[in-house]
DNA sequence: CCGATCTGGTTTCATATCGAGACCACTTGC
DNA sequence: GCAAGTGGTCTCGATATGAAACCAGATCGG
């Protein structure tokens, strides 16, 4: 049987990561949700994702702890699905996506999206990874190291 | 023709990176480069990947310009693949996966690996979004404009 | 310097997954 | 009460994936 590899056994958080938020919708109905979309014809209307796979994507999600169903904010008998704490913990992926895509995705001239503080209205400031003294790192100031619980 | 639908043109940088990085393997690819993985059955040994997928990912992503080959730093006539400037751009996105993933996706006793500061060997401080004011935000602190051009 | 092995792939094949659209039950609006 | 909207499920053909066979050129051992 040809299944699809998981990684979630390799001991890399980055790894365990992508095993559930790594295919190629989660992360965009994850963005929609921070954007405030909660209904499922919502995500599939703004998305063009499937309707088969919208619903196989939104079940995962929720069995994962990531979203939770509400019943509707309108009154409606419907219900929505909405961020939990581990789902809003993604908010620093997404915007490391988007400043990575500002940065190297598009032609000087080309309109795209900005995100604003709304508190002033301007550009949030660039994400930063620091020591824990505060000093910036780049890439090849860090390594990896395995911690053994022996 | 059934194809895997593209949002490169969605105008979100969100959408646009994971576009070119969005899918199964980019990312482990990626990070393994980080950890100084640069050859071909490095990659392919250390991932579990199959061969065909590899080369696939390999010469997707140099087309990209997320990668990019060079002659094996052993002298040998065998060539590797490195990170350019704009596949290092991606390390924020790996931290803010291994964050996420170390806070949501592990049990308290499990071993997992840790990222620390080269220097000082200490575990890197956690990602902040702040505005440009030097403020800290959390998700719903900021909003996403549309920047139109004309 | 010659055969064995390693490296870095390509090709092929069976299966899993995806996208499109038909279909359906329940809810809401009129 | 009926039409339209919502939130799905099911089926089907197209595509992507994983495994394994295969292969050319580089390297190694002797």
Not at 38 to 61: P, Y
Not at 102 to 127: K, N
Request: charged share 25%; aromatic share 8%.
């Amino acid at each position: 049987m040809v299944k699809r590899v998981s990684l979630w056994d390799a001991g890399c958080p980055v790894a365990r990561a992508l095993d559930v938020i790594g295919d190629w919708w989660s992360l965009l109905i994850i963005r929609d949700a921070f954007d405030g979309v909660r209904r499922f014809n919502e995500f599939q209307s703004g998305l063009g994702i499937a309707k088969g796979m919208l619903a196989t994507r939104l079940r995962d999600l929720t069995a994962r702890g990531i979203l939770e169903t509400a019943p509707a904010s309108d009154g409606s008998a419907y219900k929505e699905y909405v961020l939990t704490e581990k789902g809003r913990g993604l908010f620093l992926v997404i915007v490391a996506l988007r400043q990575w895509g500002e940065d190297h995705l598009y032609g000087p001239d080309e309109p795209r999206s900005s995100l604003i503080a709304t508190e002033t209205g301007a550009p949030v400031a660039r994400l930063e990874l620091r020591a824990g003294n505060g000093r910036v790192l780049t890439w090849d100031d860090t390594e990896v190291i395995k911690i053994s619980t022996i």
